[in-house]
């Protein structure tokens, strides 16, 4: 299995553009979280889904950022206007039922 | 107040020094993962365990549910174990709260 695919795996963008993260868990785990990392706050859970649906997005900063997942394999986290403080490395990961997560490389986000 | 606090933040040692990082938490969890960062940014769980102890190579974790504390060990380190190790609880669900990480460095 290739594990946790994120895309892009880096982006430059500028403030109030839209910015869209996404990620493909790994085949048959029904799990799947996202993460930021900034060195001010460290690793922080935005969101996460269990069988496509979400189940806590408390850590979702505020409106402007939104997650999706249509199918078991494929979600999305949207940024929308993106500001310079949302500058930060979102990881994607994903697990089987109470098992073990895996992350996927992350993608460094940088708005300018 | 972070929910999950971690000793030492920073560590040195020399090749082939016994290491050990702490972690204490704060209220009842259901297990706990120890998550592995390389320079490159990756992140990789080393070990999710919800009693005893669990070994693998040179790497053992161990944790106290009761005393709400769980320790991370590595036996004969090498340079290639610089990294930063988070400690992470997991909470309710699947739910992870991160600690803020001991980054360790071995020289050779």
């Known amino acids: 299995d290739a594990g946790v695919i994120q895309s892009p795996r880096h982006e430059v963008t500028e403030m109030g553009q839209e910015v869209t993260l996404r990620c493909k868990p790994i085949s048959g785990h029904n799990s799947l979280f996202w993460y930021r990392q900034t060195m001010m706050r460290g690793l922080e859970l935005l969101i996460y889904?269990?069988?496509?649906?979400?189940?806590?997005d408390s850590g979702m900063p505020e409106d402007r950022f939104s997650a999706k997942m249509p199918n078991a394999s494929f979600s999305t986290l949207k940024i929308q206007p993106s500001e310079p403080r949302d500058s930060a490395v979102y990881f994607c990961?994903?697990?089987?039922?109470?098992?073990?997560?895996?992350f996927g490389p992350g993608t460094r986000l940088l708005v300018l | 107040k972070n929910e999950v606090e971690q000793s030492p933040q920073n560590l040195t040692a020399q090749e082939g020094e016994f290491i050990t990082i702490n972690c204490s938490y704060s209220?009842?969890?259901?297990?706990l993962h120890w998550l592995q960062q390389h320079p490159g940014g990756g992140i990789v769980s080393l070990f999710m365990?919800?009693?005893g102890k669990k070994k693998h190579g040179r790497l053992i974790a161990t944790i106290n549910i009761q005393e709400k504390h769980s320790s991370l060990h590595i036996t004969a380190s090498h340079p290639r174990d610089s990294a930063v190790y988070i400690c992470?609880?997991?909470?309710?669900?699947?739910?992870?709260?991160f600690g803020t990480g001991t980054r360790l460095q071995v020289f050779p």
């Open positions: 992470a609880p997991i909470y309710n669900t699947d739910k992870l709260i």
């Open positions: 365990l919800s009693s």
């Open positions: 209220v009842g969890i259901s297990a």
């Open positions: 990961a994903s697990s089987s039922e109470k098992g073990t997560q895996y």
């Open positions: 889904f269990n069988n496509n649906v979400p189940i806590d």
